[in-house]
């Protein structure tokens, strides 16, 4: 059985951090390139960063370049976000998501997902 449990999110103050955790299981964690998206409420779910398999490819939502840091440990079947100097903007429920092929920012190219964890970022 799949599974992607995220945590660590919250409620935090404008140019605070929270760092987000995946724990993953039922899948060869290691052969996968692992992604968080988010969503806002009344917004479509949007890509945030992926990280490869390996960890040496790694892209970023332009909006949280500088802020955010995607990580994986493939040993403990496990991807991170860490998110600094966070805004309200940043305020979503963050999905983390696994894809077995290429490295994509595109919802529909995942095949595993978690319930999400909600972040709240106040002004």
């Known amino acids: 059985q799949v599974q992607l449990v995220e945590s660590g999110g919250g409620l935090v103050q404008a140019g605070g951090s929270l760092r987000l955790s995946c724990a993953t299981s039922g899948f060869t964690f290691r052969t996968y390139a692992m992604g968080w998206f988010r969503q806002a409420p009344g917004q479509e779910r949007e890509f945030v960063s992926f990280?490869?398999?390996?960890?040496?490819?790694?892209e970023y939502k332009d909006s949280v370049k500088g802020r955010f840091t995607i990580s994986r440990d493939n040993a403990k079947n496990a991807v991170y976000l860490q998110m600094n100097s966070l805004n309200p903007e940043d305020t979503a429920v963050y999905y983390c998501a696994a894809a077995r092929f290429g490295l994509e920012s595109r919802v529909t190219k995942y095949d595993y997902w978690g319930q999400g964890t909600r972040v709240t970022v106040s002004s």
């Open positions: 990280i490869s398999w390996s960890g040496h490819n790694i």
